[in-house]
Structures are given as C-alpha cells and as structure tokens.
C-alpha cells in the first residue's frame, strides 16, 4: 500500500500464456471461463509507448517514456477478482461477496492466488512461493500471472482503439459521464482531490461491472480500486533510444507497481493510466 493513501487498496485484474501458441497459430478461443468462474479475454498486442512526456499536465517524474513491443498473445480477466473469488483461496479472507472487488490484498497474495489458479488448472506456476514469501518467477510458465505493467497500460490506451490514447476513454480532458468509479461530487469533503460537476453514483467502492467495458472489452480498469501488476517498481530511466520487447522487470526489488485509478482519485495525475504507484 502507499503511504500517501489509505484508501488506495490494489485489487487484480489476472493474465495467462496458456494458449499462446495457439494463439499464433490463429487457433486459441476468443474468450473463455475458467475454474474460478472468471472470463478471460484473449488479447493480440503489439507496439505502446508508456509513460507521459515532461510538458503533459499532470505528468510525475517516474512516468519514463519507453518504447514497448509486445509480441505474445496473452488472456486477461475482464473483470476484477470478487471477495467471494479470492476467499475460494484463501478461506477467511475479507469479505465473502459475490459482487464486490477484493480490497486489501498484498502482492504476494495476489501472485499466490494466481498460482493456486495455475495449478487447479495444470498449468505450470509463474511465481516462485515457498512459505508465503516471494523468490523470483518462471517467464517460461504458462500459468497465470499479474499483468506486467507495460500490458495494463496497453490495455488502457492502445487495445481497441486506432491510436494510442491520453485517457482511457480518449484524449479529452473532460470525464466523459459513467467512464468509472472516482472521486466524484459525493467525495466532496471526504478526498483531498475531487472531480467537479462529475457523478458516478458510488460514494466508494462500487459493485463489479457497475459502468460500461471500455473500448478494450474490459471492467473497471479505470477507477473502483487500483491495480496491482507484475513489475517491480524501477526509477530508473531506460537507456535513450532502447526500444524493450516483452518486459516483465526485474526478479527482484523493494516494492511493485501500482496502476490505475481508485474511487478515491481525484486530480489529473492519477486518472491518466501513465499514472505509477509503488506498493508491497
């Protein structure tokens, strides 16, 4: 969790290779359901460009331009983990709901519910998890993993859409009404930063699937709860000119990258998806 805010409690969207051979091979399943009752969306990426320039407003010094190729074909959830979902986990887990996000989670909880998922399915882990704590990832499993950070933000701004986009919804600067759950009029007084003349309908978190899916076919990417993704956080400036393919990060580090907006957002900064938490 971050420091500067409590109320910023990551919760997951989920990936998996399973099928990308298939997938190349033009043979893998546009969608499918899996053992916890999540439907994954099969995606075919390509190039991205994360990060903002220095002059964008709202911009943070960490959001580093680098250039991205993405090149496998890859299934994400498109919708949050439920309570109800995770404590099939992890028994006692907070909350039991069917229909609201799990809150609260730390990363490795999530990484270890990804690979309590893997092997239900017989799929070889990601992660490397030996009593509860974290000691690198398999980047040749097929199993289910957190998406890297360059893959949630491909999704946000690139993934069905002609061009790559300021806003998950567009370029404009202007919230377009039902994009998602933020600090909206109700927070007035309740957040540091709120978003005038903008109402979502949920003073805090909101049900699953509450607002429409954006342009990438997804849930909830943008608000309700902050995200966690696979990447540990780097403040170090990719080499000028250096284009990555497929980066996952470091096995190692301090802390993970946090992405997206939460119910609690309420300034330029963290609605943009070039937006860059840090958290453990």
């Known amino acids: 969790m971050q420091k500067r805010s409590k109320r910023l409690q990551p919760i997951l969207h989920i990936a998996s290779l399973k099928t990308e051979k298939a997938a190349r091979q033009g043979e893998a399943k546009k969608s499918y359901k899996n053992s916890a009752g999540l439907a994954m969306r099969l995606f075919r990426p390509g190039q991205v460009t994360l990060g903002a320039p220095r002059h964008e407003k709202g911009q943070r010094a960490n959001e580093f331009i680098r250039n991205v190729q993405l090149t496998r074909h890859f299934y994400v959830s498109e919708k949050e983990v439920s309570q109800s979902q995770f404590s099939a986990f992890k028994s006692g887990s907070k909350g039991s709901s069917n229909t609201l996000p799990v809150s609260g989670v730390s990363w490795v909880e999530a990484a270890a519910f990804c690979n309590w998922l893997s092997k239900k399915e017989g799929l070889s882990p990601f992660y490397k998890i030996s009593r509860g704590s974290y000691r690198g990832f ?35 600067t202007v919230i377009p009404a039902g994009s998602g759950n933020i600090a909206d009029e109700a927070a007035n007084g309740t957040t540091r930063f709120y978003v005038p003349n903008y109402v979502d309908g949920f003073a805090t978190v909101a049900p699953i699937g509450s607002f429409p899916r954006d342009k990438a076919g997804l849930f909830d990417l943008f608000g ?57």
Request: hydrophobic share 30%; charged share 25%; no cysteine.
């Open 138 to 172: 398999d980047k040749q499993a097929n199993g289910y993993r957190l998406p890297s950070e360059a893959e949630w933000e491909w999704l946000a701004r690139k993934a069905g859409r002609r061009t790559q986009t300021r806003f998950i919804w567009g370029d404009q």
């Open 224 to 280: 309700n709860l902050s995200e966690w993704t696979h990447d540990f956080y780097s403040l170090i400036p990719p080499a000028k000119g250096v284009s990555l393919t497929d980066p996952l990060g470091g096995q190692s580090g301090d802390k993970h990258v946090v992405k997206g907006a939460s119910w609690s957002s309420g300034n330029l900064t963290e609605i943009r998806p070039a937006y860059r938490g840090a958290g453990n």
